[in-house]
């Protein structure tokens, strides 16, 4: 059983990790530094030091190990998950059996058994000096944009050129210059000024998020469509992670640093708001966790069983399989276009503001905080708001309120039979936790979004009628 091997294979790594750092430990002169001690309780760390504590010696790799290790070290955590765990949703299903093969478990016991039998602190002796660089090294590879650098070819190439301790000392010395220029350069750019003219329209910051979507598939084609009409904002899907999704901000030079980040998360709401409106689903920041359970594993000591059980139902909403498609992303742009941007009054935004906050209680809700009342309300203030904020652009379409608009519907519609009790009971402070489910949170959020679109919508005709009216030559076939 391949799957079950490679779990121990790489639990024999992390002992010889282990190892490695009690001897590191036993030539420190006293305890001051206790780094040693807490890394022996860390499955990573442990891995690190397992396949690169050989090469921080007095060991001279050549390339060809080098590339062994740094292929290996890069799918060890996430193969052994995938030997041990399974996703709980149908369609991504894989047993553990199945998901590790003979293929990837024969290159780690190749890997494991010549650590063994090659221990790395054979004839070592450190100095405290050299422990002190090692806990430098340790704590620096924890970022991973130096990560990116030590682990880089161009940074074993100079390994190779001069022996593993001084390779050491050379990172530091470099890692410690680039910080000394990044310094430099951000000192010169808080003292930058306003950059006005076609000078401050040129692109200088490129901001990066990463979006995930509970409820929508992330494809290539459709994002395309999105940038070949958007220039300062470009989607990318994620590889491997089919429902979350890269989004580059491009912001202008005339930002100065002070403002790029109240800039960028201004801009990047926005574009959560509209992907959310436009859709009628899920995206947040971040995948939502914990939403069946609150333990790593239950075990039946008498029976020798394990199990996994939760609550029921999960706190995940049941969103329709669906596809971020073309025409979900044009309906996204014109709402963005629509909608109050962050230079504008934040009273302008007090709609959206309530919209978001709604969602973001659904994206935060779990086993250990619930927020499915909150977003229920977040969403009722939202239509409060927007009915009261768009009313111009609403006209006689919609009733002025609340009240008026759910004594619109029928007697007997769905919407009204099920929310017109709940609403009352919210308004009077009456709710009791757990009495909101999240489907009828989501059933508001719908509501809330059909009223923010048809505002939204309105807001876009007027302005097509207003540039066709003083001769703007874009809107002439509009």
């Known amino acids: 059983m391949p799957h079950l091997a490679y779990h121990l294979a790489t639990i024999a790594l992390e002992e010889l990790g282990k190892a490695q750092l009690i001897g590191m430990h036993s030539f420190a002169k006293d305890d001051a530094d206790s780094w040693y001690k807490k890394q022996t309780d ?25 590339d062994q290790i740094r292929g290996t070290a890069t799918i060890i955590p996430a193969t052994r998950l995938r030997g041990l765990y399974v996703e709980p949703a149908a369609e991504n299903f894989v047993a553990p059996k199945e998901a590790v093969t003979d293929q990837h478990l024969d290159p780690l016991m190749t890997l494991a058994a010549k650590l063994a039998l090659n221990p790395s602190l054979n004839g070592v002796e450190y100095q ?74 040129e692109h200088k910051w490129e901001l990066k998020i990463r979006i995930f979507s509970q409820s929508h598939s992330i494809r290539p084609k ?27 901000i491009k912001i202008p030079k005339f930002v100065t640093i002070k403002g790029v980040y109240y800039v960028g998360f201004g801009y990047s709401n926005l574009l959560l708001a509209s992907l959310n409106i436009a859709s009628g689903g899920l995206f947040w920041w971040r995948e939502p ?62 709609a959206l503001s309530h919209y978001m906050t709604g969602v973001a209680m659904i994206a935060k809700t779990d086993v250990f905080l619930q927020f499915e009342v909150q977003s229920y309300g977040a969403f009722l203030s939202c239509i409060k708001s927007a009915l009261r904020l768009y009313r111009t652009e609403l006209a006689d379409e919609l009733p002025p309120d609340l009240p008026s608009l759910m004594a619109s519907l029928n ?68």
């Open 289 to 350: 966790q914990d939403l069946k359970t609150f333990f790593e594993s239950l075990v039946d000591t008498e029976d020798q069983m394990t199990g996994l059980i939760g609550r029921t139902p999960e706190l995940r909403i049941g969103w329709p399989a669906a596809i971020l498609d073309e025409a979900t992303l044009d309906r996204a742009m014109a709402l963005f276009s629509a909608m109050p941007q962050p230079h504008e009054p934040p009273e302008q935004s007090e």
């Open 128 to 201: 405290q000096a050299d422990l002190d660089l090692l806990n430098w090294f340790s704590n620096v590879t924890d970022d991973p944009e130096r990560r990116k650098f030590i682990f880089s070819r161009q940074s074993f190439e100079k390994m190779d050129e001069l022996g593993p301790k001084e390779w050491l000392t050379w990172l530091k010395t470099e890692i410690e210059r680039m910080d000394s220029a990044a310094m430099a350069s951000l000192q010169k750019e808080m003292g930058r000024e306003f950059t006005p003219g076609e000078e401050g329209l």
């Open 42 to 66: 860390d499955h990573v760390k442990k891995l690190f030091w397992a396949l690169w504590g050989q090469f921080l010696s007095s060991k001279r790799p050549d390339q060809k190990e080098i």
């Open 222 to 248: 459709p994002l395309n469509h999105w940038n070949d009409k958007v220039t300062w904002m470009k989607m990318h899907p994620v590889n491997n992670k089919k429902n979350h999704l890269d989004v580059i």
């Open 411 to 478: 007697a007997d519609d769905p919407f009204k039979t099920k929310h017109a009790d709940l609403i009352a009971r919210y308004e009077a402070h009456t709710v009791q936790q757990g009495s909101i489910s999240l489907s009828e949170a989501a059933e508001m959020k719908k509501l809330a979004e059909a009223i923010l679109t048809n505002a939204l919508a309105k807001r876009i005709q007027q302005r097509v009628q207003k540039a066709k009216e003083t001769g703007n030559p874009d809107f002439k076939d509009a």
